[in-house]
């Protein structure tokens, strides 16, 4: 039965291995590729492509103003967008109807 430190000398020298394969074979397919751009007459900078244009963000688009619609008795908004605020559930709930607070 192999020891903790034969079996992590072991496993040491497969990483060191299997970092050089990485390597050999990264440099292997930058050569394949570079050799197959000048056979098509391309340079690395024509893989990058034009001017992009950039997309506009969402949060350049101007925020519209939504109306209020309904307004409580003690100057609470809401413009009937969303959950209902509390203080119209409260009202709703003693037996009120939406259509008093419409503005």
């Known amino acids: 039965m192999a020891t903790y430190a ?3 000398a072991q496993a040491e020298a497969l990483l060191k291995q299997a ?5 050999n074979e990264r440099e292997s397919a930058i050569a ?3 050799q197959r751009l000048e056979q098509l007459g ?3 900078d024509d893989l990058k492509g034009g001017k992009r244009v ?3 963000a969402d949060g350049d688009k101007p925020k519209r103003i ?9 100057g609470e908004t ?3 967008r969303g959950q209902k605020p509390v203080w119209l559930a409260e009202l709703l709930k003693q037996g009120r109807k939406v ?3 419409l503005i």
């Open 42 to 44: 391309l340079t690395p």
């Open 54 to 56: 950039k997309a506009k």
């Open 66 to 74: 939504v109306p209020v619609k309904y307004k409580g008795p003690n």
């Open 78 to 80: 809401w413009t009937g």
């Open 6 to 8: 034969e079996l992590k």
């Open 99 to 101: 259509e008093e607070f």
């Open 32 to 34: 394949e590729i570079n």
């Open 19 to 23: 970092d050089e394969l990485l390597v």
